[in-house]
């Protein structure tokens, strides 16, 4: 009996020292995912910031094909003013009043 308590008390401290060295290289393992998912966390923040900065170079694109749609409804209104005039002009100087049909 006292061989058997021997035995194991030589073969705990081996076994101690295995689950502390398993212990260890999970830790390691941890620690490497760790700065494996910290790199891919920094890439993926980067990727982030170059769509907002795309999103904003489009923002402003849009805004300026807004403001440049609103000129040109601006000037085809004048357009259509001048083609009225030019109607009126036309038949004042034919000295009839004759409506003449616009190209709508």
Do not use: W, Y
């Not at 020292?17 to 910290?38: H, I, M, N, P, V």
């Not at 920094?42 to 849009?62: F, G, P, Y």
């Not at 000129?71 to 009225?84: F, N, S, T, V």
């Not at 109607?87 to 004042?92: G, P, Y």
């Amino acid at each position: 009996m006292v061989a058997l308590i021997k035995s194991k008390m030589q073969m705990e401290p081996k076994v101690l020292q295995k689950s502390a060295a398993a212990l260890l290289e999970q830790a390691s393992d941890c620690f490497e995912l760790a700065k494996t998912q910290r790199e891919l966390s920094e890439s993926q923040h980067d990727a982030a910031l170059h769509q907002e900065q795309n999103a904003d170079k489009q923002a402003t694109i849009a805004a300026s094909q807004h403001r440049d749609a609103s000129q040109l409804a601006a000037k085809a209104d004048e357009l259509d003013a001048l083609g009225e005039s030019l109607i009126e002009n036309a038949a004042q100087i034919a000295g009839e009043t004759v409506v003449v049909p616009r190209g709508k």
